[in-house]
């Protein structure tokens, strides 16, 4: 339990779909990011979000659409997503955005894009 | 910008053996990261180092962070198989935090 929960853990979605992605921390941190991880790739920062505002964005492509409604939940919007989208895409969170310290991650939600 | 390279992308050792897996930032950094995923997880934090030359010792490892604060290395004493897993490291710099590759390493019993 690293208090960080993604749900689904595991999605299957056609290229005209529209699902999302959830996350949830019960660590009373300030910022949460997401990161899509592909294989033989770095991690990629796709959006940081510190105290529900949105302070990076890493020219990720409009077919993702964050969303923080609050400090402990994040969403990640999809949309006619590409078969090279198919990844595993990592929340995490920490105290606070500038000079994070640890990054506290959730368990992923592994992708496939048919 | 910053950029981070991690070498080497994979490691097998027999069980017993040393590993070491290396850091390289483009840039000097603030301080750097290490974290561990195991396969089939999550990354989960190891350690952070700030100061310039520091070592810090967590049982079988050692992390260094250079003098000029621009490289890093993570050394496994007498791996075991419970050593599995990807290592990444992650600089940090004026709001800028870049993960490494990853070093794979798998051990043999």
């Known amino acids: 339990e690293t208090g960080v929960t993604q749900t689904p853990r595991h999605l299957v979605m056609g290229m005209t779909n529209k699902k999302s992605l959830k996350c949830e921390q019960h660590l009373g941190h300030n910022a949460m990011y997401w990161y899509k991880q592909s294989a033989k790739k770095p991690l990629e920062l796709m959006f940081v979000y510190s105290l529900e505002e949105r302070v990076e964005n890493n020219s990720v492509p409009s077919r993702f659409s964050p969303e923080c409604p609050n400090s402990s939940h994040l969403f990640l919007h999809l949309h006619t997503l590409q078969p090279e989208d198919s990844a595993l895409y990592l929340c995490?969170?920490?105290?606070?955005?500038?000079?994070?310290?640890?990054?506290?991650f959730g368990e992923g939600s592994r992708l496939t894009v048919l | 910008g910053q950029q981070v390279m991690q070498i080497p992308q994979y490691q097998h050792v027999q069980e017993g053996e040393d590993f070491t897996t290396y850091c390289n930032s483009s840039?000097?950094?603030?301080?750097i990261q290490w974290y561990k995923q195991r396969p089939g997880g999550h990354p989960v934090f190891l350690i952070q180092l700030v100061k310039s030359g520091e070592v810090k010792k967590q049982k079988r490892l050692t992390f260094q962070f250079g003098e000029a604060k621009k490289n890093s290395s993570l050394h496994i004493t007498a791996t075991q198989t419970t050593d599995v897993g990807t290592y990444f490291c992650?600089?940090?710099?004026?709001?800028?935090?870049?993960f490494g590759a990853g070093t794979r390493l798998t051990v043999k019993p």
């Open positions: 992650a600089g940090y710099n004026n709001n800028d935090m870049r």
């Open positions: 995490a969170s920490s105290q606070g955005a500038h000079d994070p310290g640890e990054l506290f």
């Open positions: 840039t000097t950094l603030s301080n």
